[in-house]
């Protein structure tokens, strides 16, 4: 079993580095449009101040997966080990189809529409409506692994 700090599995859902283009394209459009029309250290301001607050968003989006001795975290929602059932790697064709018409609305979704592929943990507690969490991940199958090792039987 793990100790009380082990960490198994960890993942960072950041957004892809093209938005990162998007945004300084953003904060330069801005920058040029208010220097044009104000002046150049205006425009200055606001193209930093746009890109500070864009980087600020795009941090923001970006969500921790983790394994642990305490079991499963997808972003702040936490599922102790007694909770977590089956786990199922979804490539991205299963994927598309258990978020369209095959999802259920009861369950619990860190999705990431950047990321094509995911898994999804059964619930196997019964005083927990939720059937199951539906987690992206750019690496499902060391996420899979990762709990289907550790999990108690």
Not at 105 to 117: D, P
């Amino acid at each position: 079993m793990l100790t009380s700090d082990a960490v198994t599995f960890r993942e960072r859902l950041t957004v892809p580095w093209w938005f990162w283009g998007l945004a300084l394209f953003w904060a330069l459009t801005l920058a040029v449009a208010y220097g044009y029309a104000i002046s150049s250290p205006v425009g200055v301001v606001v193209g930093v101040a746009a890109f500070g607050l864009a980087g600020l968003g795009l941090g923001r989006v970006a969500a921790a997966v983790t394994v642990s001795a305490s079991g499963l975290t997808a972003g702040r929602a936490r599922l102790p080990w007694t909770a977590i059932g089956a786990v199922e790697v979804l490539d991205s064709a299963a994927a598309r189809r258990q978020r369209g018409t095959g999802a259920d609305s009861r369950a619990f979704v860190l999705l990431r529409g950047w990321i094509s592929s995911a898994v999804t943990v059964a619930i196997v507690d019964h005083g927990d409506p939720t059937p199951y969490w539906y987690v992206s991940s750019r690496a499902p199958e060391a996420l899979a692994a990762a709990l289907r090792e550790h999990r108690p039987t």
